[in-house]
């Protein structure tokens, strides 16, 4: 089997061949985004790919072309490695966007404006998502600051001056993060307890 990657302007193209057929399929940075960030807590919490296959009833294979990016990361797919590695779906995107946007699209305002009743929300937390996500950010603030930051330079445009970081580099950079949140969330836990 034959791939050849190639950029384009909103992601990467991957183009396998099948016989005399193409398929192309493209990722954008925030999807590559996701399944490395994915991909480090599966690594971190000590799980392989083959352990969060078995869970879900799929292939290692399978799993392996869904992070490779071969196969469309689709909203199920990431709701259900989630669960298999002991999270719930909203903490992983928490994790992987700890901040709304600020200031909100129009569209987010648009939302707001039309469910609340004509009160747009101040607030950039969410409502009840990640209780124990949101509880370890209140008691460290400065985690959610780091991510924030490092998530704008992940996704803020190419700029000329240094390189991007390898893909290892970000798969370190969340691991670190991650490690350095559950290190903080049992820190929380521990203050509430005691």
């Known amino acids: 089997m034959a791939e050849s990657v190639k950029r384009c302007q909103k992601g990467i193209l991957l183009h396998t061949r099948f016989g005399s057929g193409m398929l192309g399929l493209q990722m954008t940075p925030e999807t590559q985004h996701l399944l490395n960030v994915l991909r480090s807590a599966v690594r971190v919490l000590g799980y392989t790919f083959n352990d969060v296959a078995e869970k879900l009833g799929v292939g290692s294979g399978y799993l392996s072309r869904l ?43 648009q939302y707001q404006t039309l469910i609340l009743g004509g009160k747009p929300s101040s607030s950039s937390a969410p409502q009840d998502g990640a209780r124990s996500v949101e509880a370890a950010g209140e008691a460290s603030g400065d985690i959610d600051a780091a991510v924030a930051r490092a998530l704008q330079k992940l996704l803020a445009p190419a700029a000329a001056a240094p ?32």
Not at 89 to 95: F, T, V
Request: net charge negative; proline share 7%.
């Open 67 to 109: 992070f490779a990016g071969k196969i469309e990361l689709k909203v199920d797919h990431v709701v259900n490695i989630a669960r298999a590695i002991g999270f719930e779906p909203e903490e992983i995107l928490h994790l992987a966007y700890p901040r709304v946007r600020e200031p909100q699209s129009v569209a987010a305002q």
């Open 163 to 194: 390189p991007a970081p390898s893909e290892e580099d970000l798969e370190k950079m969340v691991e670190r993060m991650i490690q350095k949140f559950f290190a903080r969330l049992g820190q929380g836990q521990q203050a509430q307890s005691g």
